[in-house]
C-alpha cells in the first residue's frame, strides 16, 4: 500500500478538466506500453534500423516506428483525440470520428542513437485544442504558448513521467505494478548552475555568441565567471532535460553553421515547444537566441526546427548578455 497520490488523484486535485486529464491518462498508458517494447530490447527482436527513412531524412530505428504504432493507434482510437502528429510521420493524421476536442504532437522515442546502447530515451508529448473544421497540418500549427499540456516519459533507471498543465510542473514514477505515483510534486528548476550541456563536437560551426559564452564556462574559476563548470551530454534531450529539472543546468543546440537554412537540429513542435513550457512552468527559461522566447515562436511548418537554449534562469541570462542582447 502506498499513500502516494496517482496520475487520476493529481490531476483531480489540480481541477484539469475532465477530457484533458482523460487524454493525458492515456498518453501515459500508452507510455508503459512503449516502457515495455523498450526493455525487451535484443530478446524481442526490436534494436537496429528499421530500413526506412522519416520526413527529415532521418535514419529510423525499429523502435522509433513502434513507439509511433503504439501512439498513434492508442490515441486516434480515442473520442477525446482530434488528430495527432509526430516527428516520424510526414504529415498530420486525423482521427475517422468526430467530435475530438484535442490534438496531439509527439516525439516517440527521442535520443534514437542511445536505443542499441542501452542509454536513456524518452518521450515528448504537447496537447493542443483542436480547432473547428478539417484537421489538416495547419490546424497544428499554434504557437507553443497555445500548449493546453506538455511532458515526456523518460525510460531510464527508473521510469518517470514529468508533467505540465500550465499549473507548475509534477513528476510520477511509474511502479512496479504499473501505477504513475507522484514522486516530484512540485519541480523547480534552480536559477543558478554551474552544469551545461552542449555537443562540444559542433563548436567550430557555432556562432560568435555562443562560442564566448563555452569558452568562458571552460576558463572556469581562472576566467571571467570564476568559477569551475561541469559538462553532460546524454544525446537524448529528454535525459538532458530531466537532468536539468532535478539540479538546474542549462542544454544548448544553438544555432549552427553547418545547414545554414535549417535554424537547428531540433523540432520546435515536438522538442523546443513542449520542453519550453515544461522548463518555464519550472521557473527556468528558453529562448532561441538569448533574445527570443522559443513559445513565441509562430510555427509555418508542421516539422520546422528551430534553435533551443533552456534552463536555469540566471544562466540563460548571462547566455543572452554574452550573445550581446
Ligand atoms: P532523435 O530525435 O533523432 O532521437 O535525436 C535526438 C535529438 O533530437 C535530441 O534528443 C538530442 O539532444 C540531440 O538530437 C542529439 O543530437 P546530436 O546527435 O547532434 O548530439
Not at 526506412?52 to 493507434?73: C, G
Request: proline share 4%.
Amino acid at each position: 500500500m502506498t499513500d502516494r497520490s496517482t496520475l487520476k488523484d493529481h490531476l483531480a486535485q489540480q481541477a484539469v478538466e475532465t477530457g484533458l486529464s482523460e487524454l493525458l491518462g492515456l498518453i501515459a498508458a500508452a507510455c508503459i506500453d512503449i516502457r515495455k517494447v523498450v526493455s525487451g530490447g535484443a530478446l524481442a527482436g526490436v534494436l537496429g534500423a528499421s530500413g526506412n527513412v522519416n520526413v527529415q531524412d532521418e535514419e529510423q530505428k525499429k523502435l522509433d516506428v513502434i513507439s509511433n504504432d503504439i501512439l498513434t493507434e492508442q490515441l486516434l482510437a480515442s473520442p477525446l483525440v482530434a488528430g495527432v502528429a509526430s516527428e516520424e510521420m510526414d504529415n498530420c493524421q486525423p482521427a475517422t470520428h468526430d467530435g475530438g476536442k484535442y490534438l496531439v504532437l509527439f516525439d516517440p522515442l527521442d535520443g534514437s542513437s542511445n536505443i542499441d546502447i542501452n542509454a536513456p530515451v524518452g518521450t515528448i508529448f504537447s496537447v493542443l485544442a483542436a480547432p473547428e473544421g478539417d484537421i489538416t497540418d495547419v490546424a497544428f500549427l499554434q504557437d507553443g504558448r497555445q500548449q493546453l499540456a506538455a511532458g515526456y516519459v523518460l525510460y531510464g533507471g527508473q521510469t518517470m513521467l514529468v508533467l505540465t498543465t500550465g499549473a507548475g510542473v509534477a513528476g510520477f514514477t511509474l511502479s512496479l505494478d504499473g501505477q504513475w505515483l507522484l514522486t516530484h510534486p512540485e519541480i523547480r528548476v534552480t536559477p543558478d548552475t554551474k552544469e551545461f550541456a552542449i555537443n562540444m563536437s559542433n563548436q567550430r560551426h557555432w556562432a560568435e555568441g555562443v562560442q564566448k559564452y563555452v569558452a568562458g564556462c571552460l576558463a572556469g574559476a581562472e576566467g571571467h565567471r570564476g568559477k569551475n563548470f561541469n559538462m553532460r551530454w546524454v544525446a537524448a534531450m529528454v535525459a538532458d532535460v530531466h537532468r536539468i529539472m532535478m539540479r538546474g543546468g542549462v542544454f544548448l543546440y544553438p544555432w549552427d553553421s553547418r545547414e545554414p537554412n535549417k535554424p537547428g537540429k531540433l523540432r520546435l513542435m515536438y522538442e523546443g515547444n513542449p520542453m519550453s513550457f515544461l522548463v518555464e512552468q519550472a521557473g527556468g527559461k528558453s529562448t532561441t537566441d538569448g533574445r527570443n522566447a522559443i513559445l513565441d515562436v509562430t510555427p509555418t511548418q508542421l516539422h520546422q526546427r528551430v534553435p533551443v537554449i533552456l534552463g536555469s534562469a540566471n544562466e540563460i541570462e548571462e547566455i543572452a548578455r554574452t550573445c550581446g542582447v
